[in-house]
Protein backbone atom coordinates (compact mmCIF):
# COMPACT_ATOMS: atom_id res chain seq x y z
CA UNK A 1 0.00 0.00 0.00
CA UNK A 2 1.20 3.32 -1.02
CA UNK A 3 2.19 5.79 1.91
CA UNK A 4 1.32 9.21 1.18
CA UNK A 5 1.44 12.34 3.49
CA UNK A 6 -0.76 15.14 2.61
CA UNK A 7 -1.00 18.56 4.48
CA UNK A 8 -3.78 18.96 7.53
CA UNK A 9 -4.24 22.99 7.36
CA UNK A 10 -3.22 26.04 6.19
CA UNK A 11 -2.89 26.80 2.39
CA UNK A 12 -2.23 23.69 0.97
CA UNK A 13 -4.42 21.33 2.45
CA UNK A 14 -7.49 22.48 0.57
CA UNK A 15 -6.61 22.76 -2.91
CA UNK A 16 -4.11 19.16 -2.79
CA UNK A 17 -7.57 17.65 -0.57
CA UNK A 18 -9.60 18.86 -4.01
CA UNK A 19 -6.62 17.75 -6.36
CA UNK A 20 -6.60 14.14 -4.97
CA UNK A 21 -10.45 13.60 -5.12
CA UNK A 22 -10.07 14.72 -8.92
CA UNK A 23 -7.52 12.14 -9.27
CA UNK A 24 -9.89 9.59 -7.87
CA UNK A 25 -8.90 8.76 -4.46
CA UNK A 26 -10.83 9.03 -1.70
CA UNK A 27 -10.12 11.51 1.01
CA UNK A 28 -11.34 12.19 4.76
CA UNK A 29 -14.52 13.44 5.22
CA UNK A 30 -13.47 15.53 8.57
CA UNK A 31 -10.83 17.79 9.55
CA UNK A 32 -9.99 16.19 12.69
CA UNK A 33 -9.15 12.52 10.81
CA UNK A 34 -5.49 12.17 11.04
CA UNK A 35 -5.31 9.21 8.34
CA UNK A 36 -7.56 7.25 6.35
CA UNK A 37 -7.30 3.94 4.17
CA UNK A 38 -8.56 4.42 0.31
CA UNK A 39 -8.39 0.46 0.07
CA UNK A 40 -9.61 0.57 -3.83
CA UNK A 41 -6.72 2.21 -5.20
CA UNK A 42 -4.54 0.99 -2.45
CA UNK A 43 -3.18 3.98 -0.84
CA UNK A 44 -3.15 5.39 3.09
CA UNK A 45 -3.28 9.33 3.66
CA UNK A 46 -1.18 10.71 6.32
CA UNK A 47 -3.02 14.18 7.12
CA UNK A 48 0.52 15.87 8.51
CA UNK A 49 1.65 19.44 9.25
CA UNK A 50 2.63 20.88 5.49
CA UNK A 51 6.00 21.89 7.67
CA UNK A 52 7.24 18.14 8.37
CA UNK A 53 5.74 16.19 5.55
CA UNK A 54 9.52 16.75 4.11
CA UNK A 55 10.88 15.25 7.10
CA UNK A 56 8.37 12.23 6.84
CA UNK A 57 8.94 11.41 3.84
CA UNK A 58 12.63 11.41 3.92
CA UNK A 59 12.76 9.23 6.94
CA UNK A 60 11.27 6.99 4.43
CA UNK A 61 8.45 5.78 6.41
CA UNK A 62 5.80 7.62 4.14
CA UNK A 63 6.34 7.24 0.15
CA UNK A 64 5.61 10.52 -0.96
CA UNK A 65 4.04 13.89 0.25
CA UNK A 66 2.61 16.78 -0.70
CA UNK A 67 3.82 19.63 0.16
CA UNK A 68 5.17 23.58 -0.53
CA UNK A 69 9.04 24.28 -2.42
CA UNK A 70 9.80 26.76 0.40
CA UNK A 71 9.11 24.25 2.85
CA UNK A 72 10.85 21.35 1.75
CA UNK A 73 13.72 23.24 1.10
CA UNK A 74 13.62 25.03 4.72
CA UNK A 75 13.13 21.75 6.40
CA UNK A 76 16.76 20.68 4.67
CA UNK A 77 14.98 17.55 5.12
CA UNK A 78 16.86 14.69 2.47
CA UNK A 79 13.66 14.76 0.12
CA UNK A 80 13.33 15.89 -3.77
CA UNK A 81 10.83 17.39 -5.86
CA UNK A 82 9.28 14.76 -7.98
CA UNK A 83 6.03 16.69 -9.18
CA UNK A 84 4.87 20.78 -9.33
CA UNK A 85 1.39 20.73 -8.73
CA UNK A 86 0.65 24.68 -10.08
CA UNK A 87 -1.25 25.73 -6.67
CA UNK A 88 -0.44 27.12 -3.52
CA UNK A 89 1.92 29.54 -5.90
CA UNK A 90 3.93 32.24 -3.56
CA UNK A 91 7.48 33.99 -3.71
CA UNK A 92 9.81 34.04 -0.67
CA UNK A 93 11.08 38.14 -0.25
CA UNK A 94 12.47 40.13 2.04
CA UNK A 95 10.48 43.25 3.07
CA UNK A 96 11.34 46.25 4.87
CA UNK A 97 10.18 50.22 5.56
CA UNK A 98 10.06 51.96 2.42
CA UNK A 99 13.24 53.28 2.17
CA UNK A 100 15.58 51.46 4.42
CA UNK A 101 16.36 48.59 2.27
CA UNK A 102 17.45 48.41 -1.54
CA UNK A 103 19.03 45.38 -1.84
CA UNK A 104 20.66 42.51 0.34
CA UNK A 105 23.77 43.71 0.80
CA UNK A 106 21.95 46.61 3.13
CA UNK A 107 21.22 43.36 5.66
CA UNK A 108 24.43 43.85 6.53
CA UNK A 109 24.52 43.59 10.75
CA UNK A 110 20.54 43.68 10.82
CA UNK A 111 18.44 41.24 11.93
CA UNK A 112 15.90 39.34 9.95
CA UNK A 113 12.91 37.94 11.18
CA UNK A 114 11.31 35.12 9.49
CA UNK A 115 9.49 31.36 10.22
CA UNK A 116 11.48 30.21 7.05
CA UNK A 117 15.30 30.21 8.51
CA UNK A 118 16.47 27.26 6.58
CA UNK A 119 15.83 29.45 3.40
CA UNK A 120 17.25 32.63 4.81
CA UNK A 121 20.27 31.81 6.99
CA UNK A 122 20.86 29.60 3.24
CA UNK A 123 20.49 32.64 1.35
CA UNK A 124 22.25 34.95 3.28
CA UNK A 125 25.26 32.63 3.66
CA UNK A 126 25.21 32.04 -0.14
CA UNK A 127 25.27 35.59 -0.81
CA UNK A 128 28.24 35.91 1.33
CA UNK A 129 26.05 38.43 3.63
CA UNK A 130 26.30 38.50 7.65
CA UNK A 131 23.18 39.18 9.19
CA UNK A 132 21.04 37.55 12.33
CA UNK A 133 18.01 35.62 12.06
CA UNK A 134 15.78 35.68 14.46
CA UNK A 135 12.53 32.92 14.34
CA UNK A 136 8.95 33.86 15.06
CA UNK A 137 6.23 31.40 14.39
CA UNK A 138 4.13 33.47 12.30
CA UNK A 139 2.46 36.96 11.83
CA UNK A 140 6.66 38.21 11.16
CA UNK A 141 5.09 41.80 9.34
CA UNK A 142 4.84 43.27 13.08
CA UNK A 143 8.32 41.97 14.05
CA UNK A 144 9.10 45.53 12.52
CA UNK A 145 7.07 47.89 14.29
CA UNK A 146 7.59 46.07 17.58
CA UNK A 147 11.32 46.48 17.14
CA UNK A 148 12.36 42.39 17.00
CA UNK A 149 13.90 42.99 13.53
CA UNK A 150 14.50 45.60 11.40
CA UNK A 151 13.74 43.33 8.07
CA UNK A 152 11.76 40.35 7.50
CA UNK A 153 11.55 37.60 5.08
CA UNK A 154 8.27 36.12 4.11
CA UNK A 155 5.81 34.35 1.59
CA UNK A 156 4.30 36.85 -0.80
CA UNK A 157 1.17 35.73 -2.54
CA UNK A 158 -1.17 38.77 -3.02
CA UNK A 159 1.24 41.56 -0.91
CA UNK A 160 -1.57 42.38 1.15
CA UNK A 161 -0.51 41.57 4.64
CA UNK A 162 2.73 43.82 3.87
CA UNK A 163 0.87 46.92 2.76
CA UNK A 164 -1.41 46.90 5.84
CA UNK A 165 1.65 46.41 8.05
CA UNK A 166 3.40 49.36 5.82
CA UNK A 167 5.85 47.40 4.76
CA UNK A 168 8.03 46.90 0.78
CA UNK A 169 9.40 44.00 -0.68
CA UNK A 170 13.24 44.97 -1.92
CA UNK A 171 16.03 42.68 -3.55
CA UNK A 172 15.23 39.89 -5.98
CA UNK A 173 12.54 37.23 -4.80
CA UNK A 174 14.68 34.62 -2.73
CA UNK A 175 12.49 32.01 -4.37
CA UNK A 176 9.52 30.93 -6.30
CA UNK A 177 7.10 28.31 -4.50
CA UNK A 178 4.65 26.28 -5.42
CA UNK A 179 3.03 22.86 -3.97
CA UNK A 180 4.98 19.80 -5.37
CA UNK A 181 5.12 16.22 -4.67
CA UNK A 182 8.23 15.19 -2.72
CA UNK A 183 10.33 11.78 -2.64
CA UNK A 184 12.95 10.76 -0.38
CA UNK A 185 15.92 11.56 -2.64
CA UNK A 186 17.77 8.71 -4.33
CA UNK A 187 14.27 6.49 -4.05
CA UNK A 188 13.30 4.15 -6.76
CA UNK A 189 11.41 6.66 -9.16
CA UNK A 190 10.11 4.01 -11.35
CA UNK A 191 8.37 1.97 -8.53
CA UNK A 192 4.92 1.05 -10.49
CA UNK A 193 2.46 2.31 -7.58
CA UNK A 194 4.46 6.02 -7.25
CA UNK A 195 4.47 6.41 -11.09
CA UNK A 196 0.58 5.40 -11.33
CA UNK A 197 -0.28 8.22 -8.59
CA UNK A 198 1.95 10.64 -10.62
CA UNK A 199 -0.10 10.07 -14.02
CA UNK A 200 -3.00 10.61 -12.19
CA UNK A 201 -1.93 14.04 -10.45
CA UNK A 202 -0.91 14.85 -13.88
CA UNK A 203 -3.82 13.54 -15.52
CA UNK A 204 -5.66 16.33 -13.39
CA UNK A 205 -3.22 19.06 -14.38
CA UNK A 206 -4.12 18.52 -18.13
CA UNK A 207 -7.31 18.37 -17.68
CA UNK A 208 -7.13 21.55 -15.66
CA UNK A 209 -5.41 23.42 -18.31
CA UNK A 210 -6.40 22.48 -21.59
CA UNK A 211 -9.55 22.19 -23.20
CA UNK A 212 -10.85 19.75 -26.27
CA UNK A 213 -11.39 21.99 -29.62
CA UNK A 214 -13.70 20.42 -32.20
CA UNK A 215 -14.09 22.56 -35.95
CA UNK A 216 -14.68 21.79 -39.58
CA UNK A 217 -12.81 23.31 -42.13
CA UNK A 218 -12.16 23.18 -45.49
CA UNK A 219 -9.68 20.74 -46.89
CA UNK A 220 -7.48 23.58 -48.51
CA UNK A 221 -7.57 25.10 -45.18
CA UNK A 222 -6.48 22.52 -43.15
CA UNK A 223 -2.97 23.32 -43.13
CA UNK A 224 -3.13 26.47 -41.08
CA UNK A 225 -6.01 25.56 -39.15
CA UNK A 226 -3.89 22.63 -38.10
CA UNK A 227 -0.74 25.07 -37.30
CA UNK A 228 -3.02 26.77 -34.92
CA UNK A 229 -4.22 23.58 -33.11
CA UNK A 230 -1.27 21.60 -33.37
CA UNK A 231 -2.36 19.60 -30.30
CA UNK A 232 0.03 17.43 -28.12
CA UNK A 233 0.74 15.10 -30.50
CA UNK A 234 -1.04 15.42 -33.66
CA UNK A 235 -4.56 16.44 -34.30
CA UNK A 236 -7.12 14.10 -35.64
CA UNK A 237 -9.00 14.99 -38.80
CA UNK A 238 -11.91 12.69 -40.11
CA UNK A 239 -13.51 13.34 -43.70
CA UNK A 240 -17.14 14.71 -43.41
CA UNK A 241 -19.67 13.84 -45.61
CA UNK A 242 -19.56 16.64 -47.91
CA UNK A 243 -16.76 16.58 -49.64
CA UNK A 244 -13.90 18.91 -49.67
CA UNK A 245 -14.30 19.54 -45.63
CA UNK A 246 -12.85 18.04 -42.74
CA UNK A 247 -13.43 17.19 -38.87
CA UNK A 248 -10.69 18.31 -36.90
CA UNK A 249 -9.96 17.46 -32.80
CA UNK A 250 -7.33 18.74 -30.76
CA UNK A 251 -6.13 19.58 -27.36
CA UNK A 252 -5.73 23.84 -26.85
CA UNK A 253 -4.29 25.40 -24.23
CA UNK A 254 -8.08 26.50 -21.83
CA UNK A 255 -6.17 30.03 -21.60
CA UNK A 256 -5.79 30.40 -25.22
CA UNK A 257 -9.01 28.87 -26.39
CA UNK A 258 -10.86 32.12 -27.34
CA UNK A 259 -8.16 33.48 -29.50
CA UNK A 260 -7.45 30.28 -31.19
CA UNK A 261 -10.96 30.05 -31.80
CA UNK A 262 -11.44 33.82 -33.43
CA UNK A 263 -8.35 32.80 -35.43
CA UNK A 264 -10.12 29.93 -37.04
CA UNK A 265 -13.13 31.26 -37.71
CA UNK A 266 -11.03 33.90 -39.33
CA UNK A 267 -9.61 31.45 -41.51
CA UNK A 268 -12.90 30.01 -42.49
CA UNK A 269 -13.56 26.68 -40.01
CA UNK A 270 -17.32 26.81 -38.40
CA UNK A 271 -18.80 24.69 -35.79
CA UNK A 272 -15.75 25.13 -33.56
CA UNK A 273 -16.87 23.73 -30.16
CA UNK A 274 -14.68 23.29 -26.88
CA UNK A 275 -15.49 20.78 -24.00
CA UNK A 276 -14.08 20.15 -20.45
CA UNK A 277 -11.33 17.48 -20.48
CA UNK A 278 -12.37 15.68 -16.94
CA UNK A 279 -9.55 12.97 -16.75
CA UNK A 280 -6.90 12.45 -19.08
CA UNK A 281 -3.59 10.16 -19.40
CA UNK A 282 -1.39 11.23 -21.66
N1 LIG B 1 -1.04 33.51 1.27
C1 LIG B 1 -0.27 32.52 1.69
N2 LIG B 1 0.09 32.45 2.99
C2 LIG B 1 0.86 31.46 3.44
N3 LIG B 1 1.32 30.45 2.67
C3 LIG B 1 1.01 30.48 1.38
C4 LIG B 1 0.21 31.49 0.82
N4 LIG B 1 0.05 31.23 -0.48
C5 LIG B 1 0.76 30.12 -0.73
N5 LIG B 1 1.33 29.66 0.38
C6 LIG B 1 2.17 28.47 0.49
O1 LIG B 1 1.60 27.57 1.45
C7 LIG B 1 2.62 26.95 2.21
C8 LIG B 1 2.48 27.38 3.66
O2 LIG B 1 1.46 26.67 4.20
P1 LIG B 1 1.32 26.60 5.79
O3 LIG B 1 0.17 25.73 6.07
O4 LIG B 1 2.63 26.28 6.42
O5 LIG B 1 1.08 28.11 6.16
P2 LIG B 1 -0.26 28.96 6.14
O6 LIG B 1 -1.07 28.68 4.91
O7 LIG B 1 0.18 30.33 6.39
O8 LIG B 1 -1.06 28.33 7.34
P3 LIG B 1 -1.02 28.73 8.89
O9 LIG B 1 -2.36 29.33 9.10
O10 LIG B 1 -0.86 27.43 9.58
O11 LIG B 1 0.10 29.70 9.08
C9 LIG B 1 3.94 27.45 1.64
O12 LIG B 1 4.38 26.53 0.67
C10 LIG B 1 3.56 28.76 1.02
O13 LIG B 1 4.41 29.14 -0.05
O1 LIG C 1 0.70 38.27 0.39
P1 LIG C 1 -0.51 37.81 1.12
O2 LIG C 1 -1.63 37.38 0.21
O3 LIG C 1 -0.98 38.78 2.16
O4 LIG C 1 -0.13 36.43 1.87
C1 LIG C 1 1.05 36.27 2.61
C2 LIG C 1 0.79 36.28 4.09
O5 LIG C 1 0.00 35.16 4.46
C3 LIG C 1 0.71 34.36 5.40
O6 LIG C 1 0.34 34.69 6.68
P2 LIG C 1 -0.85 33.97 7.48
O7 LIG C 1 -2.13 34.69 7.26
O8 LIG C 1 -0.87 32.53 7.17
O9 LIG C 1 -0.41 34.22 8.97
P3 LIG C 1 0.93 33.69 9.69
O10 LIG C 1 1.99 34.68 9.34
O11 LIG C 1 0.57 33.72 11.13
O12 LIG C 1 1.23 32.32 9.17
C4 LIG C 1 2.16 34.74 5.17
O13 LIG C 1 2.95 34.49 6.32
C5 LIG C 1 2.08 36.20 4.85
O14 LIG C 1 2.00 36.98 5.99
MG1 LIG D 1 0.78 31.25 7.81
Redesign the pocket.
Known amino acids: MLRIAVPNK ?2 LSGPAADMLHEAGYQQRRESKELRIVDPENEVEFFYLRPRDIAIYVSSGRLDIGITGRDLLIDSGANAEEILPLGFAR ?1 TFRFASKPGTADGIDDLAGKTVAT ?1 YEGIVAKHLADSGVDASVVHL ?5 TAIELGVAEVIA ?9 R ?1 AGLEVFGEPIMKSEAIVVRRTGADAEEPKVQQFLRRLQGVLVARTYVMMDYDCRVEQLEKAVALTPGLESPTVSPLHNEGWVAVRAMVPAKEAQRIMDDLYAIGARAILTTAIHACRL
Not at 137 to 141: K, L, Q, R, Y
Not at 154 to 162: A, I
Request: glycine share 16%; no cysteine; charged share 20%.
Open positions: GSSSDGAVEDVVETGTSLN
